[in-house]
């Protein structure tokens, strides 16, 4: 009677499993970073890896649940080895392997870090002069015209500034955890609400890298995006956003002679 072989199928699915992950975890930035032409990497929020380690689990289970000869080719890794020593090995090693991966995700969640030290950050860096009496060409549009631009800016604000600043402008974007110091909550009172409509212009135009060299370092990792979007697209992006936020652009000072 010829002899059983052993199904490894199990592995195949934890090596698939892990192959997942360091792709989401490694390789996405580059080729996020390399597909929208950043000079930085894009990395992974936290949060998304999660989830998408979950679907990559139940996928897994899906596929190896579709027959009963795949499940049993399955669950049969657990049974006793026999005389096939690498099933034995790779036994001991899983083994040996689940219980210390669970102790570091307990450690690691549970064992106290290293805060950042506390540091002043300045919220609202001095206007630049040259932005200091620009004006929003669309403020006196007629009501239709200014509904239009506004519905326009929304949209280009989901396509542009959602993944950091979220859908609702509450600064609770999908890539917010993956900065040390999480993006604007616009929503918040004391952030654009603050500021003229020329200063988030400036900010949007020019970015971080546009940042005067007073007072620096600058803590900031909003990416300049006048090469990527002209003028007026900004300015739209900037009537979305307030609407969005739900709050309205300080205005400017009269200055009675």
């Known amino acids: 009677m010829g002899k059983k072989k052993n199904s490894y199928s199990m592995i195949l699915v934890i090596i698939s499993i892990l192959v997942v992950f360091v792709i989401i975890k490694y390789i996405a ?8 032409a950043k000079d930085h ?19 897994a289970l899906v596929y190896v649940s579709t ?13 006793p080895a026999g005389d096939d020593k690498t099933k034995a090995i790779l036994q001991k090693m899983i083994i040996v392997a689940f219980p210390v991966l669970v102790g570091w995700f307990v450690y690691s969640g549970t064992a106290p870090g290293t805060a950042s030290p506390v540091e002043l950050r300045i919220q609202h860096p001095t206007l630049l002069q040259e932005f200091e009496k620009l004006e929003n060409p669309f403020a006196h549009v ?39 110091l999480r993006p604007i909550n616009f929503t918040d009172p004391g952030t654009i609400a603050t500021v003229v409509e020329s200063f988030a212009f400036w900010r949007i135009r020019d970015g971080g890298p546009g940042l005067p060299g007073a007072s620096t370092p600058w803590d900031s990792a909003m990416p300049s995006w006048k090469d990527t979007l002209n003028d007026e697209q900004i300015w739209k992006i900037i009537m979305g956003e307030y609407v969005t936020a739900g709050v309205v652009a300080r205005q400017r000072e009269k200055i009675e002679h």
Request: proline share 6%; net charge positive.
């Open 67 to 79: 027959s009963d000869l795949k499940w049993a080719k399955f669950l049969s890794f657990i049974l």
């Open 29 to 36: 930035p580059y080729v996020f970073m390399i597909v929208l």
């Open 41 to 59: 990497t894009m990395p992974t929020p936290s949060t998304l890896i999660l989830w998408y380690m979950i679907l990559a689990i139940l996928g």
């Open 142 to 180: 007629n009501e239709e015209t200014k509904k239009r631009y506004i519905e326009e800016g929304k949209i280009l604000y989901q396509q542009n500034c959602r993944p950091c600043h979220g859908s609702k402008a509450d600064g609770n974007g999908p890539f917010a955890n993956a900065f040390r």
